[in-house]
């Protein structure tokens, strides 16, 4: 009679990333209050036992999700900007980066809204965190650009808002409201879109002089 086969167990670091994957999708579509130990177990086909071996708490994986996220952000966060190209380059392609990364993990866009809504502190740490960082850096860059006589006289803490915010509107208007016509556009021509109203908006020329 032949020996029962071994049954095959994930590598640890391999079924963290599992539980992870499926707490996203959960709590995207549920909600953290919503969403059970049990649920998160059964989606990431794991014991309760074992969930808790990795994450002793559903309060412990929502600081793991924002962690995640957080490392894969930061490359694109941290890039040099001033040896990207002009102003209008650089927020094209900050722009075109930041919709390609939401875009393509709406799950955790969902996620944040949720949390938003449901007061948990998730959203306030991402938004006073590495988004702060992030707007920080894209401000001082604006301001600079200011200063050099490029861009006009403004509020760069407003201008760095006000873009990334036609971004993530763009985004909203896709994958969680669904639009249609923003599902039939194609990435790069709303990037391009979205740098050249900024672009027109800011840029310092003689006709905004005469205003």
């Known amino acids: 009679m032949a020996a029962a086969q071994p ?20 709590f995207s579509r549920k909600g953290f209050r919503g969403t059970t130990v049990r649920d998160l177990a059964r989606h ?15 309060e412990a994986l929502y600081d793991a999700i924002l962690e995640k996220k957080v490392q894969e952000m930061r490359r694109a966060w941290d890039l ?22 939401h ?14 809504l449901e007061g948990h502190g998730l959203a306030r ?5 590495p988004r702060a960082h ?15 006589g490029t861009l006009r006289d403004l509020n760069a803490d407003v201008a760095a808002r006000l873009v990334i915010g036609m971004a993530y509107y763009g985004v909203l208007l896709r994958e ?27 840029r310092r020329d003689d006709s905004h002089g005469q205003e």
């Open 103 to 116: 875009i393509s993990d709406p799950a955790f866009v969902r996620l944040v809204l949720f949390s938003a």
């Open 7 to 26: 049954k095959h167990r994930l590598p640890a670091e391999q079924r963290r990333r599992k539980i992870l994957d499926a707490a996203i999708g959960l």
């Open 176 to 202: 969680v409201f669904g639009e249609d016509f923003l599902q039939s556009l194609e990435v790069e021509a709303l990037s391009e879109a979205i740098a050249d109203v900024f672009w027109r908006g800011i």
């Open 44 to 58: 990431a086909g794991v014991s309760e036992a074992m969930l808790y071996q990795h994450f002793p708490s559903k």
């Open 134 to 148: 992030f707007m920080e850096r894209l401000a001082a860059y604006l301001e600079k650009k200011m200063e050099e």
């Open 125 to 129: 740490d991402f938004v006073r965190g």
């Open 80 to 101: 040099d900007w001033e040896a990207t190209g002009d102003v209008r380059t650089v927020v094209r392609r900050m722009v075109q980066s930041f919709l390609q990364r």
